[in-house]
């Protein structure tokens, strides 16, 4: 009988350690920040075409009404084009967590649809988390940062600037960019295998 009683006492002590541990982990779990939380009311992934698309423009493909209207019941914010581009503009208020947005044409198809997070709305592990691994990384030299944009599946890419080549979850994207799903495979074609993701365990450059 004492025997059982200390299993049972043990049994009880693990219960309470891994429920402390629970909530522990529940509590410094990050919430959805404003901008994923209308990432996932904005954007959904056409199936049939393997392509993300926003409020149904979708690249490579002529856009149901003008971006100008899209974008102009996005919110409050200012709306103006410039050639083939429309803007949109949140200025000081950005209760969605994001910045800017922008739609580039080429007659009545979408080119591609560029995102602009506000600071610290979206990281490269949220990117991982929403669309999985890339497939190229691409890297350009600008004063003392890196520019890095990271091609993912169905026409996806995300761009930070960053003082370092070591991934990061918690770097923080500064562009997500909807395109076609075949510019994404074409540029992971070209991209040479150093630029490969290789996870968080090493650098892209050897």
């Given at each position: 009988?004492?025997?059982?009683?200390?299993?049972?006492?043990?049994?009880?002590?693990?219960?309470f350690a891994m429920l402390t541990?629970?909530?522990?982990?529940?509590?410094?779990?990050?919430?959805?920040?404003?901008?994923?939380?209308?990432?996932?009311?904005?954007?959904?992934?056409?199936?049939?075409?393997?392509?993300?698309?926003?409020?149904?423009?979708?690249?490579?493909?002529?856009?149901?009404?003008?971006?100008?209207?899209?974008?102009?019941?996005?919110?409050?914010?200012?709306?103006?084009?410039?050639?083939?581009?429309?803007?949109?503009?949140?200025?000081?208020?950005?209760?969605?967590?994001?910045?800017?947005?922008?739609?580039?044409?080429?007659?009545?198809?979408?080119?591609?649809?560029?995102?602009?997070?506000?600071?610290?709305?979206?990281?490269?592990?949220?990117?991982?988390?929403?669309?999985?691994?890339?497939?190229?990384?691409?890297?350009?030299?600008?004063?003392?940062?890196?520019?890095?944009?990271?091609?993912?599946?169905?026409?996806?890419?995300?761009?930070?600037?960053?003082?370092?080549?070591?991934?990061?979850?918690?770097?923080?994207?500064?562009?997500?960019?909807?395109?076609?799903?075949?510019?994404?495979?074409?540029?992971?074609?070209?991209?040479?295998?150093?630029?490969?993701?290789?996870?968080?365990?090493?650098?892209?450059i050897r």
């Amino acid at each position: 009988m004492r025997g059982i009683a200390i299993i049972s006492a043990l049994i009880l002590a693990l219960t309470f350690a891994m429920l402390t541990v629970a909530r522990g982990i529940g509590a410094a779990y990050p919430q959805l920040t404003p901008f994923l939380s209308q990432f996932e009311q904005d954007s959904h992934l056409d199936k049939p075409n393997e392509q993300w698309c926003w409020r149904g423009l979708c690249p490579g493909q002529q856009a149901p009404r003008k971006a100008e209207n899209i974008l102009a019941d996005y919110g409050a914010g200012a709306v103006y084009r410039q050639f083939a581009t429309v803007y949109w503009h949140s200025g000081t208020a950005r209760p969605t967590g994001i910045s800017d947005i922008l739609v580039n044409f080429a007659d009545d198809t979408v080119l591609y649809v560029q995102i602009k997070p506000s600071p610290r709305q979206f990281t490269l592990g949220d990117a991982l988390m929403q669309f999985g691994s890339p497939r190229a990384i691409t890297l350009e030299r600008d004063l003392k940062n890196w520019v890095i944009f990271y091609c993912f599946d169905e026409g996806i890419c995300t761009g930070m600037i960053s003082n370092t080549l070591r991934p990061n979850p918690y770097l923080p994207l500064t562009v997500i960019s909807f395109q076609k799903n075949s510019t994404a495979r074409d540029l992971a074609r070209r991209v040479p295998n150093r630029y490969r993701w290789h996870g968080f365990s090493r650098l892209w450059i050897r």
